[in-house]
């Protein structure tokens, strides 16, 4: 089960860190990725990380202003997100795979968690 956490409400410009975090099994046998949903828009893919945190894989709408990490002792996930515009708001989704690819199909990913919303104002 994944866990996401450290959504809100903020104005455009600030920076948040998501969490995700595995209650049921050991997050370091798993690649993660994070997705999010706009109102009215298909998920799509923003950040992933393979096993090891060896290589990351970004959106271009994100690359430079969004950092994906993780702590496999913690067994958590992480999405630091600055520089946060409105385009940014949506339901944010980590998900795992325990084929280990890093992916940014939706489709390759086993595990999801419920989601966590962020919301970006002017």
């Known amino acids: 089960q994944l866990v996401e956490s450290g959504g809100g409400s903020v104005q455009d410009g600030v920076s948040l860190i998501l969490s995700c975090t595995a209650s049921?099994?050991?997050?370091?046998?798993?690649?993660m990725a994070w997705f999010r949903q706009a109102p009215g828009k298909e998920r799509e893919f923003v950040a992933g990380?393979?096993?090891?945190?060896?290589?990351?894989y970004y959106a271009d709408s994100v690359k430079g202003r969004f950092t994906v990490a993780r702590d496999n002792a913690e067994n958590t996930g992480y999405l630091r997100m600055n520089n946060l515009t409105p385009e940014d708001t949506a339901a944010y989704y980590c998900?795992?795979?325990?084929?280990?690819?890093?992916?940014?199909?939706?489709?390759?990913?086993?595990?999801w968690g419920q989601g966590t919303q962020v919301t970006v104002s002017l």
């Open positions: 990380i393979d096993r090891t945190a060896a290589e990351t």
């Open positions: 998900a795992a795979d325990l084929n280990g690819y890093l992916l940014n199909s939706m489709g390759a990913y086993e595990y």
């Open positions: 049921e099994d050991s997050l370091s046998k798993y690649s």
